[in-house]
Every structure is written in C-alpha cells, then in structure tokens.
C-alpha cells in the first residue's frame, strides 16, 4: 500500500476550473493504477476517473467525460485531476485511490490505498 495525500480542493463558481493533486511518498506509486472518486452528502461514493500505470490509458465517467482531466507525473509522484467547466452537480468530497492490480477500474474494491479526501463545492 501507498500512503495518499490530496490537495487542491475548495469554492469555486460554476464555470470554473479546479487541479486536484494526489500525492505518495513511496515511489512504488508510479506503477500503481490510480483513481479518482467522489461522494456527494446522502449518495454513494462514484467513480470520477483512472490512469493506469503501465500504459497510461485514462478512463472517465459519463458525467466527466471531455471536462475533466486525468494524469500523472512520476518524476513528482503525483496524479492530478484537472476539472474544468464545473457544475453545481460535482460538488462533493474527492478521494484518490491507487493500487498496483486493478481489473475493473469503475469499482471502489479494487483499489487498497485511498486519500483522506478533499472537498470540492461548487457554487451555481
């Protein structure tokens, strides 16, 4: 397991722009898979968006698909999420997850190393 720390998170207008970062000491991190989810008060925790670490193929929701960016940078062992074109429905707390097997990205299980979160809220 990789010990996981996001940033970037806060209040932000619809229409604008947010990076979240998710940073791992361990350079190990760099041949991990890693996620990113979010959960919105009174619903379940979704998949937002992947990035594989052999290949670098990325995977996104419906809902982020052409808005929001997934990508890594193992010189600084860090994996960003860059949200662009924000609606008032993205609000919610966003956690990375990482792990060095995933078959089926879209699910939470599939992933042991998860972040403290960060909270995203975006204002209409």
């Known amino acids: 397991q990789v010990h996981l720390v996001e940033s970037g998170g806060g209040l932000v207008q619809a229409g604008d722009s947010l990076r979240l970062s998710c940073a791992a000491s361990?350079?190990?991190?760099?041949?991990?898979?890693t996620g990113w989810f979010r959960q919105a008060p009174g619903k379940e925790r979704e998949f937002v968006a992947a990035?594989?670490?052999?290949?670098?193929?990325?995977y996104y929701s419906a809902s982020v698909k052409g808005r929001f960016t997934i990508s890594r940078d193992n010189a600084k062992n860090t994996v960003y999420l860059q949200m662009n074109s924000l609606k008032p429905e993205d609000t919610a707390v966003y956690y990375c997850?990482?792990?060095?097997?995933?078959?089926?990205?879209?699910?939470?299980?599939?992933?042991?190393?998860w972040g403290q979160g960060t909270q995203v809220t975006v204002s209409s």
């Open positions: 997850a990482a792990n060095p097997n995933v078959r089926h990205y879209l699910y939470a299980y599939e992933y042991r190393s």
């Open positions: 361990e350079r190990t991190f760099s041949t991990y898979t």
């Open positions: 990035i594989n670490w052999s290949e670098g193929n990325t």
